[in-house]
């Protein structure tokens, strides 16, 4: 099992993928000669040639559209945006098209894409940079949704993307490209659908997904040295949900914490909220915790930022508010 980073598991599936299958093509801006802009893409034009390591105009509903044709047609295009915030420019191809050629046709005709890219804040790159995108996709049926929290997540979850047979959003969070981490070899993949209980623990459970995994495990860690035993939860892809797993963690700890990125109103958190009242109500002990990033426009200045953005100490005062400790 090699160590790598999230981005380079991410770039040795797509070299494995494209080694395999001669229909899998790389689209997007500056993912050629420039390697890509976080370097997922680094030396494959190289390797694989113009004609399946693709530089497109910056025209995100041109290239998209593309390769939303590409796909109806038997190939099976990997497509990079810069930043899932410029993805808001081909939301009319996304929405209108990939998401629906299957109903649309009686599902005789499919769009077998992956769309990937840096999502979320963190590194300081402003408001119309750092924004988490994954409840406006979420929200639209025939679209899968995909946040991988690790490098083997993301070996994983990419490979059972780019082998699907529909439109998949990508969403690799930009504070975890230099994350390192054991990844298995070959053909490693991941199901949609499946969460992972990543800790064991009696008394609350936390559910997060993508970077704020890592905040959770941390504010765990903090809790155990006051004697209070958080089971973490790794959603993994928030469309399809898998909401058993959680609900089923609830029935043991009786008390829930939901933890995201993205703005608190109508975000992913509240959604999973809702869902546990559903399934688990009569197991609570007490209201499900959610903890969010503040509802405002992300702040370029650092110690801004910070503020906007959850943090352990987050966590850990919902996570005592559960337990009538706060």
């Known amino acids: 099992m090699a160590e790598l980073t999230y981005r380079d598991a991410l770039r040795t599936t797509l070299i494995e993928e494209m080694d395999r299958d001669p229909t899998v093509v790389l689209l997007g801006e500056d993912i050629g000669l420039y390697q890509g ?10 390797r694989y040639g113009p004609r399946r390591v693709i530089d497109t105009p910056i025209s995100e509903l ?3 559209g593309a390769a939303i044709g590409m796909a109806m047609l038997g190939l099976r295009p990997v497509v990079e945006v810069m930043t899932w915030n410029f993805s808001l420019l081909a939301l009319d191809q996304i929405v209108n098209n990939a998401a629906k ?11 077998p894409l992956v769309i990937r890219g840096p999502n979320g804040a963190g590194v300081q790159l402003s408001a119309q940079h750092s924004q988490s995108l994954e409840a406006l996709y979420a929200h639209i049926p025939g679209l899968y949704v995909v946040a991988p929290a690790t490098p083997a997540e993301a070996k ?7 082998r699907g047979r529909n439109p998949v959003i990508f969403l690799e969070n930009a504070a975890l490209y230099g994350m390192k981490g054991e990844v298995p070899d070959g053909e490693f993949a991941l199901p949609f659908g499946r969460a992972e ?8 459970t936390v559910a997060a997904y993508s970077r704020m ?4 495990l941390a504010a765990a860690d903090r809790l155990q040295g006051e004697g209070i035993q958080a089971e973490v939860i790794n959603l993994r ?14 029935g043991r700890t009786h008390r829930a914490v939901v933890v995201q990125e993205q703005w608190r109103l109508f975000g992913a ?13 009569d197991q609570l002990d007490a209201p499900v915790e959610r903890v969010t990033g503040a509802d405002v426009p992300m702040p370029y200045a650092r110690n801004l930022e910070l503020l906007a953005v959850p943090h352990e100490e987050d966590i850990v005062r919902a996570v005592k508010k559960t337990l009538y400790k706060a």
């Open 37 to 46: 802009t976080f370097r997922v893409t680094a030396d494959l034009l190289e």
């Open 62 to 64: 041109g290239f998209v």
């Open 101 to 111: 050629l299957r109903y649309f046709s009686g599902g005789q005709v499919e769009a």
């Open 156 to 162: 994983g979850l990419l490979r059972t993307a780019i």
């Open 197 to 204: 209980v990543v800790r064991r623990g009696r008394d609350v």
């Open 213 to 216: 995994l890592h905040v959770a």
């Open 237 to 250: 892809t928030l469309r399809p949900l898998d909401v058993d797993t959680v609900a089923e963690s609830v």
């Open 269 to 281: 958190a509240a959604e999973i909220a809702a869902s546990i009242y559903e399934q688990a109500f």
